[in-house]
């Protein structure tokens, strides 16, 4: 290899070498017999995986080179057959790196950049020309240091993540900054600028430049069992715990948060099936798989991967679980029903409820703190006591470490222990105001253009309410004031402390009692009740006054409201008393009478407000219980409704994309059936037809009306016995799981075959079979013609191969090189040699050695001029001595025209070159 690179470049070639240093301008060679690594400035050389394993030396070194130098790193993909590398770029994806593979129409092999091209990573795809100017175009940017020197930067870096939110809907405001700094950095650098002010305008005008800088920004780089220690301490400690405590009617509630393109959920999934399946529990199991990017979900939810993943899966899953294709793997049906895959965005959205396991394995590296604890709180919130939180390697849980028991430092994986329930931090839609959500435009308009009309009967009716309404309070059915007329408030009592406006808590507690009883009793009516000679001491003195109460119409526009009134009364003098001519122990008696009628009075009304009280008391307590507990029953209830409407959702979602799916795969096999002159039919398990092609009319009479009926119940247009045996072929089929093939005429003298399979299902299960008829009159006829046509060369050629053998001349083929492949049997019998002794040796061992010149000289003309014959004279010994011949040279082609053989023909002339000596001599004579 050094030697071939060496004629196409001047740079050195270094075989490379373990602590070997990294020059700029060299080349460096993997070693034949090891794997290559770079850590730091060194080459480092690791032994090769046995070779029972797979190895793949390119995604071994582009993980260690993604993860050395990070954003600064380029991965090239060239002509390659296989998959190797295409692993190894997900590592310098995720690190900020750049992603170039060959074009495939361009590479020898394009297995390779096939593979890469596969895995969505590529930034650049292009001939190996192109990629050296784009290598060139990569200008060294640093505009993180151009960021403290130019504050206008910041506010176009702000703009950028402005069109970035208007035009997906995320704010990545609350990412990292640096990150984003060397995402931008690097689309710059590939689209050949080094003003962020440029970039912009290029963005503005560019919404494909939009989505390649948001794909960057989200990196949803993912894989089968990432971490694989990670995922073996979650299948040894976690996946067991899940199931304690619960019964076999549970369900285990899974959330994946940052999917991407479903790699994670499935192998969670995976883990969670095989545990049900080994323990042989009723257990069910959901997983909710979510993202912010909308491909990484549809394409998650297709459950289609590129084969080349192959190599991350165990072969006991890749059996177990996938489905193998030609050029891509399938997740089984079974597993792929258990998850649910939705667009979410963790920073934004309601989390999920009750979950008994949280994975996020690849954002909150990317978030900056305040973010990160936002989305670890909605994590704590979701999980369930005792849950599971499963983090990436890189990240840390800060403030949360209390409420998280460390499982595995390692691996982060934390047990949720704390006993409170946290409240979520997500944001929420602005509630509209119930007017602005009952009213419409018109009406508000409207309602302006009538407001100049009413603004004069208002001053009318509120000069005469003032002079002449009584003094009045509104208030609703929980005695809340809402509206006091007049000098209502000489009647109430004011307590110190905080302003309460509850009218009970401004009345005596005798007559708000009374009050509250009063209410209860006109609920229903709309009469008015009088309460009599009320008392109020005001100022160290004593106002009477009649209370009036009602319930205010509904009509008139009010709802639950109600209305007291009052009126002083006039106590009427029926006598005056001197007080000085009055005894004092007649004074005194009748004071005490007074007293005690008074007394008894209180007695009575204290000891009703009691009862009333102890009742309310009673009643309250039981109302709050009541009250509690239809409120842990709702916020109960909500949570469900919460999280069956988010279950719904996403089930909704992912419905939408399945019946898009079914829509095309019905038109394609409706179209498939009807464009294909092969008639397929197909039956149940219980040989009941299930569907039929067109052409399948043209040997049994149905129409859809006889889909699930037996195929037994039909003539067919051909003879019975090979009904019957088909239908025997049907049911053998079904039980020995085999292909059955058959040949047959039908009543028209048209020629099929027919093939019974089991129908299976992709489940692998076999539910009927499928019947398939095509018709080969044409090639059955063709066959015949042929037939006849073969006896007839066969013939020809026997007849022919006669004649040569049996003339009396010699028929000879050579190869180009001059070497036996046939000679006649006159050839054999006259020079004494065998055609086994003599094939694919060289003819010249049979001629004089003198001749040999003239006979390589005959065959050189020949291949020079293939169109011609060249003749000469050779002579061969023979049991009868030497024999003088006259040979004649001619090429044998092909059907395109090429050289193929030379055929040599000739016959004796030693007689004749005898009597042209005997001639020459008898005129020497002379």
Request: with cysteine; net charge negative.
């Given at each position: ?9 001047s ?32 080459l ?21 080179l993604?993860?050395e ?19 190894g ?43 050296a100017n ?5 200008p ?48 710059m ?8 002010l ?20 989200l ?8 971490d ?54 009723r ?21 289609k ?27 089984i ?13 963790i ?101 302006n253009a ?45 307590p ?36 009599k ?31 007291i ?10 006598k ?118 067109p ?19 039909f ?31 039908d ?45 007839l ?23 180009l ?7 006649n ?63 004649e ?17 000739g ?9 042209q ?5 008898l005129?020497n004579?002379?």
């Amino acid at each position: 290899m050094p030697e071939l690179l060496a004629k196409h470049t001047s740079m050195t070639i270094f075989t490379a070498e373990d602590q070997l240093e990294v020059c700029p301008n060299c080349i460096y060679l993997m070693h034949r017999n090891k794997n290559l690594v770079i850590k730091g400035n060194k080459l480092q050389l690791l032994e090769k995986a046995p070779k029972h394993s797979l190895n793949l030396p390119i995604d071994i070194f582009f993980q260690s080179l993604g993860e050395e130098y990070k954003e600064k790193s380029i991965g090239i993909i060239l002509s390659g057959t296989g998959t190797d590398g295409s692993r190894g770029i997900k590592t310098i994806k995720e690190s900020g790196g750049v992603i170039l593979v060959q074009d495939p129409l361009s590479a020898q092999f394009n297995g390779m950049p096939n593979a890469a091209i596969a895995s969505g990573l590529a930034e650049f795809i292009a001939e190996p020309e192109a990629m050296a100017n784009v290598l060139q175009q990569i200008p060294n940017l640093d505009l993180a240091s151009e960021f403290s020197n130019n504050q206008s930067n910041d506010e176009i870096f702000s703009n950028i993540l402005d069109e970035i939110k208007i035009y997906a809907g995320i704010d990545f405001k609350q990412y990292k900054k640096n990150t984003l700094i060397r995402r931008i950095e690097k689309r710059m650098s590939l689209n050949n600028m080094d003003a962020l002010l440029n970039y912009y305008q290029l963005l503005k005008a560019s919404v494909s430049e939009i989505e390649l800088l948001k794909q960057d920004f989200l990196i949803g780089v993912t894989s089968f069992f990432r971490d694989r220690d990670a995922f073996d301490e979650l299948k040894r400690t976690v996946i067991p715990a899940l199931f304690v405590n619960k019964l076999p009617t549970d369900t285990i509630r899974v959330w994946v948060v940052a999917c991407s393109t479903g790699e994670e959920a499935y192998s969670i999934a995976i883990l969670l099936d095989e545990y049900i399946q080994e323990n042989q529990l009723r257990n069910d199991f959901k997983i909710f798989a979510t993202d912010v990017d909308n491909f990484a979900v549809q394409t998650a939810s297709a459950g289609k991967f590129n084969v080349g993943v192959a190599s991350e899966i165990d072969k006991k899953y890749l059996d177990s679980y996938f489905i193998k294709n030609v050029d891509s793997i399938q997740i089984i049906k079974r597993v792929r029903d258990k998850i649910v895959f939705s667009s979410h965005n963790i920073l934004k959205d309601t989390p999920f409820i009750r979950m008994d396991l949280v994975s996020c394995r690849n954002l909150l590296i990317y978030l900056n703190a305040s973010s990160q604890q936002k989305v670890l709180s909605s994590f704590l919130f979701s999980l369930q006591r005792d849950g599971y939180l499963f983090l990436g390697s890189s990240e840390s849980i800060n403030e949360s470490v209390d409420e998280l028991k460390v499982i595995s430092q390692r691996w982060r994986i934390f047990k949720n222990i704390s006993k409170s329930k946290h409240t979520p931090n997500f944001e929420s839609p602005s509630l509209l105001s119930k007017e602005l959500l009952t009213k419409s435009p018109k009406e508000y308009i409207n309602k302006n253009a009538e407001n100049a009309k009413e603004d004069a009967d208002l001053a009318y009716l509120k000069f005469l309410t003032k002079k002449y309404s009584p003094s009045c309070i509104f208030f609703d059915k929980g005695f809340n004031i809402l509206y006091i007329k007049g000098d209502a408030g000489k009647y109430l009592k004011f307590p110190e402390g905080m302003f309460q406006s509850n009218l009970l808590k401004m009345l005596d507690d005798g007559l708000g009692v009374l009050l509250q009883t009063m209410v209860s009793d006109i609920q229903e009516s709309d009469k008015a009740i009088l309460i009599k000679d009320n008392l109020v001491f005001k100022d160290q003195s004593q106002l009477s006054f009649n209370l009036y109460l009602q319930k205010v119409n509904v009509a008139d526009g009010f709802k639950d409201t109600y209305l007291i009134h009052f009126e002083d009364t006039v106590i009427e003098i029926e006598k005056e008393i001197d007080f000085s001519k009055v005894q004092v122990s007649a004074l005194n008696e009748l004071k005490i009478k007074e007293l005690e009628k008074s007394l008894i009075q209180n007695k009575n009304q204290l000891q009703y407000v009691v009862e009333e009280l102890e009742t309310s008391n009673e009643e309250l307590q039981a109302s709050n219980e009541e009250l509690m507990a239809s409120n842990e029953e709702l916020q109960s209830t909500n949570e469900e409704l919460q999280s069956v409407n988010e279950e719904l959702y996403t089930v909704n979602f992912e419905l939408q994309d399945k019946n898009r799916e079914l829509n095309l795969l019905y038109n394609d096999i409706n179209n498939l059936f009807d464009s294909t002159d092969v008639g397929t039919l197909f039956l149940d398990s219980e040989l009941k037809i299930r569907k039929f092609t067109p052409s399948l009319q043209k040997h049994f009479e149905l129409n859809e009306q006889d889909i699930g009926r037996s195929i037994s119940n039909f003539a067919a247009n051909f003879k019975e016995e090979v009904r019957l045996k088909m239908i025997k072929d049907a049911a053998l089929a079904l039980v020995e799981l085999g292909t059955i093939e058959d040949e047959f005429k039908d009543d028209f003298d048209h020629y099929y075959i027919r093939r019974v399979s089991p129908f299976i299902t992709i489940d692998k299960k076999v539910d009927g079979v499928v019947i398939t008829f095509v018709d080969v009159t044409t090639l059955k006829n063709l066959y015949d013609t042929l037939e006849v046509k073969e006896k007839l060369i066969e013939k020809e050629s026997l007849y022919n191969k006669s004649i040569i053998e049996n003339n009396s001349f010699y028929v000879v083929k050579t190869d180009l090189a001059g070497n036996y492949t046939y000679f006649n049997q006159y050839f054999s019998d006259m020079f004494g040699v065998q055609f086994q002794d003599l094939i694919g040796k060289t003819s010249l061992s049979l001629i004089m050695p003198e001749d040999h010149g003239a006979c390589i000289q005959a065959v050189e003309k020949c291949l020079a001029e293939p169109n011609k014959t060249f003749w000469t004279t050779l002579r061969k010994p023979s049991p009868a001595g030497v024999v003088v011949s006259q040979w004649e040279f001619k090429v044998l082609k092909d059907d395109q025209g090429n050289p193929i053989e030379i055929l040599c023909l000739g016959h004796e002339i030693t007689p004749l070159i005898k009597k042209q000596e005997e001639l020459q001599s008898l005129l020497n004579i002379n």
